[in-house]
């Protein structure tokens, strides 16, 4: 999926230069930045952004009159209002020229990000949403934990997952996720790769030397890193809603069948030289 558009409209390089930082590691990306409402109509014609922010004092104009020639040319403009001023007099003038929402300076990140998030998720859709800014995180923190656990460097695949159940035959390793949005992981592989994985963690050379209990026990240890890696990426950038891990639980055996019944699920695929290592990565619907 491509980044998701974001135009600001602010004459005070410092605000630009901070919501851009907030932005900085989301799959929201600035396109254009505007100084007045005169440069604001012109670069939304021409860059067509997916959402705007909109600083209420600009030289030629305020926000409201901005907004208003903005939803003149796109009637479906979603403007945000990233303003020092919030009373009651500016919300309700606001919202009759078309702003969607209103944040008051100093903005945190996960307000802005909420914020965006939910207007655009009418337009790039919740499964977009959930796979761009809480999947996709995930991919970072495996291929970054394989690497820093048995030293070994992977190519993924990814994309989202419309079964309602996944067959595994080796180990499988579920954790729970809590807070928002709440969910699971499932990090998996079949046997020889588990022993593969064990030996190395384990810094063993000898096959014989590591029993199935120790090999699971060393997957279900980095599963444990990997998933926890990921929800920090997470919480990086969602700073006060903060997501956390239940203790893992973990499955050996062939022909297992774990349901994901109303959950928006996500595969990750690591082809390594040991062999593939996968995460399977769902989340409640509704969050």
């Known amino acids: 999926m491509e980044k998701v558009k974001v135009m600001i409209v602010d004459d005070s390089k410092i605000s630009c230069a ?4 907030k932005l900085a590691k989301t ?13 604001a109509v012109q670069l939304y014609a021409e860059q067509e952004p997916d959402v705007v922010t909109m600083d209420m004092n600009l030289p030629d ?3 409201i009159e901005c907004t208003r020639r903005i939803r003149a040319i796109d009637s479906g403009a979603r403007i945000v209002m990233v303003s020092a001023m919030k009373d009651a007099s ?13 944040l008051q300076k100093p903005i945190n990140t996960n307000d802005l990000i909420d914020t ?3 207007l655009c998720q009418s337009r ?4 977009a949403v ?8 995930f991919v970072r923190a495996l291929q970054q934990g394989l690497f820093s656990l048995i030293g070994v460097h992977s190519e993924v695949e990814f994309g989202v997952d419309n079964r309602h159940f996944l067959d595994v035959s080796g180990v499988a390793v579920i954790i729970g996720l809590t807070g928002y949005p709440t969910g699971r992981a499932i990090v998996s592989m079949d046997s020889d790769t588990m022993r593969k994985f064990s030996m190395i963690m384990m810094e063993r050379d000898d096959p014989d030397m590591i029993s199935e209990e120790e090999a699971s026990d060393s997957v279900e240890e980095a599963a444990n890193i990997i ?3 990921g929800v920090s990426n997470i919480n990086d950038v969602f700073k006060d809603k903060e997501m956390r891990i239940t203790p893992p639980g973990t499955i050996v055996g062939t022909n297992i069948r774990i349901a994901s019944p109303k959950l928006t699920t996500f595969h990750i695929t690591a082809k390594t030289r040991i062999g593939e290592i996968s995460m399977n990565v769902g989340f409640a619907e509704g969050e």
């Open 61 to 63: 104009a305020d926000g």
């Open 27 to 39: 799959n929201f990306v600035v396109c254009a930045v505007a100084k007045t409402a005169a440069e």
């Open 227 to 229: 998933v926890g890696r």
């Open 124 to 127: 790039i859709g919740q499964e």
């Open 90 to 102: 500016l919300v309700s003038r606001g919202r009759e020229a078309g702003i969607s929402a209103f």
């Open 18 to 21: 901070m919501l851009e930082e």
């Open 130 to 137: 959930l796979r761009e800014s809480y999947a996709k995180p």
């Open 116 to 118: 965006l998030m939910i």
